[in-house]
């Protein structure tokens, strides 16, 4: 096994451990596959893994496999985050997607207008997120699909409308979520293992949306004010953008990732063109990113930048980067 798995891993793992159901089984194993980080030392574990999860798919949860495959939730993840916008009707999800994706879902002020799931990028600065509109999240009608996405997103962004009853409506979408395994992350005591076993703990972050104006920033107090728990939440208007470049930086921080450059020996680094990471990554899996056979061959590697103790600082595989540096990999 092993050794420099996150620990996000062993807690999924725990979870596939003690589940029954195939199609469980495999999306536990899905997940548990997209958190290993990919380099050499990892092969035999990710193939492995990769076996278990396609006897899975030939025996019991093939059924299920086949028909998620042709399900219109079935997203498969591009950019740097796949980030799933949620809600009820008619709270401006997606006139968010429309606006700042490539995408072009129909907004409408009448409700129950979306009816399936809309993926589109949206830039920020030099990287590109998935951001996926989708069909309002109420009682009467239950999209089993839907729960699927949501469980594979990165982060959750959970939309209600200031100008109608965002307390209520943020009360209910939670409950919803909570129904199908599913609770924000911040939610949850990080010591609390048996409710991690349990449940599906997601990033989220609140947008209180249609804070148009002045009286939209009272409203947005009061509603702070009157929830019970403290959680990420900001207000925006997507109708007359506001907030919309702090939430653009707010999903970047959530996100967890960081950016880190390449640069050839005696070249110029592409600013960019940078790859992400997650925060905490290693010089190693910087260069097995960068190339598979530069894992194995590095001989050596020089950083500038903010994790360098001074300006082409030569480090050591293990040399943890931090958001901004300059890598440099000899072979
Ligand atoms: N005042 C105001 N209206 C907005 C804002 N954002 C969206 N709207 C309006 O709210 C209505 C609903 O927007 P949609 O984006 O269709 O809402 P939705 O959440 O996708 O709704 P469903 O698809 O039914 O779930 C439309 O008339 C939008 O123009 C905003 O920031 N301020
Ligand atoms: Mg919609």
Known sequence: MPTNLPP???????????????????????EMLSKIPKHTGTDHLRADLRRKLSRLKASGGSKKGASRQGSAYNISKEGAGQIVV????????????????NASPEVSEVPFSTWGPTPGMMVIENIQVQLIDTPPLNLEHIEADLFNLIRKADLLLIMVDLQADPE????????????????PAHLADPADGELARRYFLKPCLVLANKCDDAQGDENFEIFRQLLESECPMMPISVQVTRNIETLKQ??????????VYSQ??????????????????????????VHQDFAKNMKSARVWGPSAAFEGQTVSREHILQEGDIVELNM
Do not use: C, W
């Not at 999924?12 to 536990?28: F, G």
């Open 264 to 289: 050839a020996p005696g070249e110029q680094a592409i600013m960019h063109l940078p790859f992400v990471m997650p925060i905490g990554s290693t010089v190693e899996e910087f260069a097995a990113k």
């Open 168 to 183: 209520q409506q943020l009360e209910e979408t939670l409950s919803i979520l909570k129904d199908h395994r599913i609770i």
């Open 250 to 259: 707010a999903i970047y921080q959530k996100l967890g990732i960081m950016r």
């Open 8 to 30: 996000d891993y062993y807690t999924v793992e725990k979870r596939y451990q003690a589940a029954t159901d195939p199609s469980e089984k495999a999306e536990l194993l899905e």
């Open 86 to 101: 949620i809600g009820p009707s008619n709270v401006g999800k997606s006139a968010l997607v429309a606006s700042n994706t």
